[in-house]
């Protein structure tokens, strides 16, 4: 699975990588992005916590 942040709804709030910093960051317009890696399994609930916890559903975990 991996993650994908569409950048058109992020609005920066910051969550994301405060639940998952593993895979989210924020980029250099205070957006988030995610690694484009596979999400390892002992992190996957947090990278789906942080789909679920974005106000404006600007992620994707698949």
């Excluded at 920066?12 to 639940?19: A, D, K, N």
């Amino acid at each position: 699975m991996k993650a994908v942040v569409d950048k058109d709804l992020c609005i920066g709030c910051g969550l994301c990588p405060s639940i998952c910093e593993d895979i989210f960051s924020m980029d250099d317009d205070d957006l988030a992005i995610a690694k484009d890696i596979e999400i390892p399994e002992d992190i996957l609930d947090d990278a789906k916590e942080a789909e679920s916890s974005c106000p404006t559903d600007a992620i994707t975990v698949e």
